[in-house]
C-alpha cells in the first residue's frame, strides 16, 4: 500500500510504499514488513514498487531473485 503521485495523500507524500509478506514457516506463519521511499513520477514509483515486491517476497522465501 502507499501513494504513487503526483500529489500526497492524506498526508502520505508520494512514493512512500509499505510491503508485507506472509508465509508458512516452521511453527506458524511468518511475516515481514518493509517501508520503501520510491523516487520519480508515477510510473516510475509504481514500477519500482512492483520489482521491490518481487524481490521483497523470493527474499522472504528464501529464493535469490
Known amino acids: 500500500t502507499g501513494v504513487a503521485g503526483p500529489d500526497s495523500e492524506d498526508g502520505v507524500v508520494p512514493g512512500l510504499v509499505w510491503l508485507a ?4 514457516g516452521p511453527g506458524g506463519h ?3 514488513v518493509r517501508r520503501l521511499c520510491q523516487a520519480g513520477d508515477r ?6 514498487t512492483v520489482e521491490s515486491a518481487l524481490t ?5 522465501v528464501g529464493t535469490e531473485p
Open 43 to 48: 510510473g516510475q514509483v509504481r514500477a519500482a
Open 30 to 32: 511468518r511475516v515481514a
Open 21 to 24: 509478506v506472509c508465509w508458512p
Open 56 to 60: 521483497f517476497a523470493l527474499e522472504c
